[in-house]
């Protein structure tokens, strides 16, 4: 018997920063996202020991473990977290791999911990909701690997779609947006995702960022922008103005990167500068910034010569498309591991 999960990665629209501590405890946070077609998989099979086998492919590693509690040492942390929490008395070997590189932006980080959470809650016959999920991934990164961040990836990746999400002291609200999908297909045709590399820790930059929270008299009023911004792209997808919501698009990034000198390059800013004056109307970095990926909204028109000139500067372009599921996990009775 094998179980498999997987759980996607998410585009962020606008409100990044908004979701993070303590600023969505005392003002409430939104943030605008959607999962894409690009995953965290994880896979079990039980192996008749008391021996834990892990692999992770995107970090080359093989590592063997005893049954029972797992200590902290900065390898495979994540994995022997979510093993804590669940306490399983039996051996298995499992397999970790990403679509997309660790720290690029992307949310992979929180996609994997939901992905181990769905493997071993199936593996150990534990009925949980997606919202219960999405708590316990929270907790595992935030709280028990103290990892800074905010609350939108495991939200947005558990749940899935295209989701308008509310982060206040009291609890996560996930609105899904009930889009046409004419007007998803069209934003799609807007859009193009590019790798820059430069993969990052975007603990690293959230530290930064909460730093700024309390020695800079404008932050809050930058945090506040960028709530209202979020709320008016939503405002334009629901009225179909795209060319609104790409130029709320640029917006948020102006405003975003006033939050710490971290979040843009160089590289990021001279990137950005082509694409806005060869038909990109906004765009901004995933994630807290710093490299990984590069969104641009741009005029359909000029997408494929888009495209060429920034693989000139070492750009990649990504294909990808909306998905909507969210965390899947399913068992496999013949398959090979």
């Known amino acids: 018997m094998i179980i498999r999960s997987k759980v996607p990665f998410r ?49 080359d590693l093989n590592k063997t473990f005893n049954l029972g509690n797992l200590p902290y040492d900065g390898n495979l942390d994540l994995f022997k977290a979510v093993n804590n929490e669940f306490k399983p008395n039996t051996g298995f070997n499992l397999i ?70 509310e982060f206040s002291k009291e609890d996560v609200v996930v609105n899904p947006l009930n889009l ?59 009225e179909k103005n795209l060319d609104g919501f790409g130029e709320l698009l640029h917006d948020g990034w102006i405003a975003k990167r006033e939050l710490s000198e971290k979040i843009t390059t160089s590289k990021i800013d001279k990137l950005y500068d082509i694409a806005r004056k060869n038909g990109g109307i906004g765009g ?11 969104l641009i909204f741009c005029k359909p028109k000029n997408k494929f010569d888009l495209v060429k000139k920034l693989s000139k500067y070492g750009a990649i372009f990504v294909p990808f498309n909306f998905e909507s599921n969210g965390l899947h996990t399913w068992r496999n009775k013949h398959g090979s591991f």
């Open 11 to 59: 585009i962020s629209f606008g409100g990044g920063g908004t979701d993070t501590l303590p600023y969505c405890s005392d003002y409430g946070g939104v943030v605008l996202s959607t999962s894409i077609d690009k995953y965290a998989y994880v896979s079990l099979k039980l192996n008749n020991s008391k021996k834990i086998n892990v692999t992770s492919i995107d970090y």
């Open 96 to 165: 970790m791999h990403s679509d997309m590189p660790p720290g690029s932006g992307m949310g992979t980080s929180s996609s994997m911990t939901a992905a181990l959470i769905g493997c071993l809650a199936e593996f150990s016959l534990k009925k949980m909701s997606r919202e219960k999920i999405a708590k316990l991934a929270y907790h595992i990164e935030r709280v028990e690997l103290d990892e800074k961040g905010g609350y939108q990836d495991q939200y947005a990746a558990v749940f899935g779609g295209f989701n308008f999400m």
């Open 180 to 238: 046409s999908q004419s007007t998803l297909n069209e934003l799609h045709y807007h859009l193009l995702l590019f790798y820059i590399g430069n993969s990052r820790l975007s603990s690293d930059i959230h530290k930064d960022m909460a730093k700024q929270y309390n020695i800079q008299d404008n932050y809050l009023e930058r945090l506040h922008k960028l709530k209202y911004i979020a709320k008016k792209m939503k405002v334009c997808l629901t």
């Open 284 to 294: 901004k970095t995933l994630g807290a910034g710093g490299g990984g990926y590069l």
